[in-house]
């Protein structure tokens, strides 16, 4: 009986701790600001992407809806999702799938604020590149949230149309990633 129990609670105390290793949330933010001289319209956000990251190994996912994303022009919207841009009947979710490399570096469990190094496969629009980027990893108490800025090329993900070609929308968009794991 004794036994029993003693192994209950090592169970229990294994699984609370394998738990806190992956965080997720379902409420990161995905800012696409694709602005030019010509129009500053082309900036969008979607706040309702699901993310995971695992403390422990630095594995970090991310996968967003196209159609969340919002604009402040519906005609803007209305663009973004057709077939001469992103297409979301025929590609509905863009995903990222990649680790923190120097995972190391991040003390998880000490509040404070690190760099991070990630790397992985960033699909949009059914094609899939490798990313490189550098992200801010704030740890405060049990919260982590990360923040990171990048560039894409959108001739690199087959996305082209009238108005990119025009200037009107940027070809090198500038995306921002927020997550706030809990």
């Not at 699909?123 to 990893?137: E, F, Y």
Request: hydrophobic fraction near 40%; glycine fraction near 6%; charged fraction near 20%.
């Amino acid at each position: 009986m004794k036994k029993s129990i003693l192994f209950l609670a090592l169970v229990s105390v294994l699984g609370t701790t394998i738990a806190q290793k992956k965080k997720t949330t379902t409420s990161a933010t995905i800012s696409f600001d694709a602005t030019t001289k010509l129009d500053a319209l082309p900036k969008g956000d979607n706040k309702t992407v699901v993310a995971s990251l695992d403390t422990k190994s630095g594995a970090v996912a991310f996968e967003s809806v196209v159609k969340s994303f919002s604009f402040s022009n519906p005609k803007m919207q209305e663009h973004f999702n057709s077939p001469m841009w992103m297409d979301s009947d025929k590609f509905p979710k863009a995903t990222f799938k990649g680790k923190i490399t120097n995972v190391a570096d991040v003390k998880f469990t000490t509040d404070g604020t690190y760099s991070a190094t990630v790397t992985g496969d960033l699909t949009i629009h059914g094609v899939t590149k490798p990313v490189s980027t550098t992200a801010s990893v704030v740890v405060s108490g049990k919260t982590v949230t990360t923040t990171s800025n990048f560039v894409i090329a959108l001739a690199d993900y087959g996305v082209n149309g009238a108005a990119i070609g025009a200037g009107k929308v940027s070809t090198d968009p500038k995306i921002t990633v927020v997550a706030e794991f809990k």
